[in-house]
């Protein structure tokens, strides 16, 4: 057993890009978009909505969910 906690190396596919999807005055409200590697598409739509009530959390919050939503299709 190792003597610290190491990481998970990341085995899911990165985002495909940050998109903007609305702009508030100056503000930028982002969307993260995660696709399957290698295929074309069509792919199923899943939208995850980050409940934070714009409070605490940002884009990264819900990365592993994400990443792995991608990575299965």
Do not use: S
């Amino acid at each position: 057993m190792p003597d610290t906690i190491m990481p998970r190396p990341k085995i899911f596919p990165p985002a495909v890009g940050d998109h903007c999807y609305l702009r508030h005055g100056d503000r930028a409200l982002m969307a993260r978009v995660f696709m399957p590697r290698g295929d074309t598409g069509p792919f199923p739509c899943l939208i995850d909505l980050h409940g934070g009530g714009w409070q605490r959390g940002d884009l990264e919050y819900r990365n592993g969910f994400g990443q792995y939503a991608g990575h299965v299709g």
